[in-house]
């Protein structure tokens, strides 16, 4: 007896789909964990280091987290499906978005749709894609924050929206980088590269302890 041929044809890395047949296709692989829509060709992630992704990832998301929890009417993200037009559907390792008065929304069928305000990818061999097609096309929707972690090159990029492109941010006297779109969301970089975690956490809270987090926590509480 013949085994029947599925009904719906497996997710390849490099297919050229629409945004439709791209879902249609990966919710037909559940086991599949992380595919892409980058400019209508998919990418399919390979396994994941613990060093290189896992560890680093957790970092930051626990540092977005903490500000959500100290910021309502903020939400942080992990591995979220960002639809952002009909040939891009991204799914960052991180994101913060506004959820009053922001720049996405939830769709009925839970997807963020539009750009988020932040979102961050964690590149070891996707640094090339990361810092290319992808860095393009955030900028093209307009993600305001947009931080890549080079983890095997000890560095942290984090750009931010320009009409003429991104701007890489530089360190401030404090050697800190400040996001403009999310007051308070302070990162001290150097402690993040060397793994001094329970500094990164410190610096972050002297943010969410400032002024200009208290005048936005203000101004979100009068958008809702």
């Given at each position: 007896?013949?085994?029947?041929?599925?009904?719906?044809?497996?997710?390849?890395?490099?297919d050229?789909l629409?945004?439709h047949?791209?879902?249609?296709r990966y919710?037909?692989m559940?086991?599949v964990k992380?595919?892409?829509l980058?400019?209508?060709?998919?990418?399919?992630?390979?396994?994941?280091?613990?060093?290189?992704?896992?560890?680093?990832?957790a970092?930051?998301?626990?540092?977005l987290?903490?500000?959500e929890?100290?910021?309502?009417?903020?939400?942080a993200?992990?591995?979220?499906?960002?639809?952002?037009d009909?040939?891009n559907?991204?799914q960052?390792d991180?994101?913060?978005?506004?959820d009053?008065?922001g720049?996405s929304?939830?769709?009925?069928?839970?997807?963020?749709?539009?750009?988020?305000?932040?979102?961050?990818?964690?590149?070891?061999?996707?640094?090339?894609i990361d810092?290319?097609?992808?860095?393009d096309i955030?900028?093209?929707?307009?993600?305001?924050d947009?931080?890549?972690?080079?983890?095997?090159?000890?560095?942290?990029?984090?750009?931010?929206?320009q009409?003429?492109g991104?701007?890489?941010?530089?360190?401030?006297p404090?050697g800190?980088?400040r996001?403009?779109?999310?007051p308070?969301?302070?990162?001290?970089?150097?402690a993040?590269?060397a793994?001094?975690?329970?500094?990164?956490?410190?610096?972050?809270q002297?943010?969410?302890?400032?002024?200009e987090h208290?005048?936005f926590?203000?101004?979100l509480?009068?958008?809702s």
């Amino acid at each position: 007896m013949q085994t029947p041929r599925p009904t719906t044809p497996p997710l390849e890395n490099g297919d050229r789909l629409s945004r439709h047949e791209f879902e249609r296709r990966y919710h037909a692989m559940p086991r599949v964990k992380k595919a892409e829509l980058i400019a209508g060709t998919v990418f399919m992630a390979s396994p994941l280091h613990f060093r290189g992704h896992g560890n680093p990832h957790a970092w930051l998301m626990g540092w977005l987290v903490v500000y959500e929890a100290s910021t309502p009417g903020v939400l942080a993200g992990d591995n979220t499906t960002v639809r952002l037009d009909d040939g891009n559907e991204f799914q960052p390792d991180a994101l913060l978005r506004r959820d009053r008065g922001g720049r996405s929304t939830i769709s009925d069928d839970d997807y963020i749709t539009g750009a988020p305000e932040l979102v961050i990818e964690i590149a070891a061999s996707s640094a090339s894609i990361d810092l290319g097609t992808k860095r393009d096309i955030y900028h093209q929707h307009q993600v305001q924050d947009y931080l890549v972690w080079r983890v095997y090159d000890q560095a942290l990029d984090w750009f931010h929206w320009q009409t003429s492109g991104y701007a890489s941010q530089q360190p401030d006297p404090d050697g800190w980088l400040r996001s403009t779109v999310f007051p308070g969301l302070w990162l001290d970089r150097n402690a993040l590269l060397a793994g001094q975690l329970g500094q990164v956490l410190n610096v972050l809270q002297q943010g969410i302890n400032s002024d200009e987090h208290r005048d936005f926590c203000t101004h979100l509480a009068a958008t809702s």
